[in-house]
């Protein structure tokens, strides 16, 4: 499952999940308590977030960690990336 977080509104996140059809969810963060915890920002006045993404496991931990991301073409390399390392 992928899941994107944004400081958005849920609203907001939504319409702008569904303008650029995001084959994900786009989760609201608006006090963004996931933004600071997974180093997306800096500090809770950060307008905007990194975009960076995480690979947690079936265990939940951390698998890989990618500095930057395109949202657009991420979530195809990412699945990519895991079912290659399932085949393993």
Do not use: N
Request: proline share 5%; hydrophobic share 40%; charged share 30%.
């Amino acid at each position: 499952m992928i899941l994107g977080c944004s400081f958005d509104t849920a609203d907001a996140s939504r319409q702008f999940a569904e303008k650029y059809k995001f084959p994900f969810a786009l989760l609201p963060d608006t006090k963004r308590e996931v933004g600071l915890a997974y180093g997306a920002c800096d500090s809770k006045t950060d307008e905007y977030a990194r975009r960076i993404a995480y690979w947690i496991d079936r265990e939940g931990r951390i698998a890989e960690a990618h500095a930057k991301v395109s949202p657009a073409s991420y979530p195809e390399e990412q699945l990519a990336s895991i079912r290659a390392a399932e085949k393993k």
